[in-house]
């Protein structure tokens, strides 16, 4: 993923671990390559991380749960 509207180009990375837990599975997803001190990487970073606690996770669950 990039910003192409930054003033210097970015690229972010997702990275995904499984870790068994008790009778189940833990995922830890983890999102890096933002710089915070920018106001638009900073508000991208955050919108990332509302739409992977709103829409994606839920979605995931319900595809692994069917």
Same mark, same amino acid.
């Given at each position: 993923m990039s910003d192409p509207r930054a003033d210097y180009p970015t690229r972010w990375i997702v990275g995904w671990a499984l870790h068994p837990q008790g009778h189940g599975t833990r995922l830890l997803l983890t999102q890096?390559?933002? #710089?915070?001190? #920018? !106001? $638009?990487? =900073?508000?991208? !970073?955050?919108?990332?991380?509302?739409?992977? =606690? $709103?829409? *994606? *996770?839920? $979605? *995931?669950g319900q595809v692994i749960l069917h």
């Amino acid at each position: 993923m990039s910003d192409p509207r930054a003033d210097y180009p970015t690229r972010w990375i997702v990275g995904w671990a499984l870790h068994p837990q008790g009778h189940g599975t833990r995922l830890l997803l983890t999102q890096t390559g933002f #710089d915070i001190e #920018d !106001r $638009r990487q =900073k508000m991208a !970073r955050n919108a990332v991380e509302r739409s992977w =606690k $709103r829409l *994606l *996770l839920p $979605r *995931l669950g319900q595809v692994i749960l069917h």
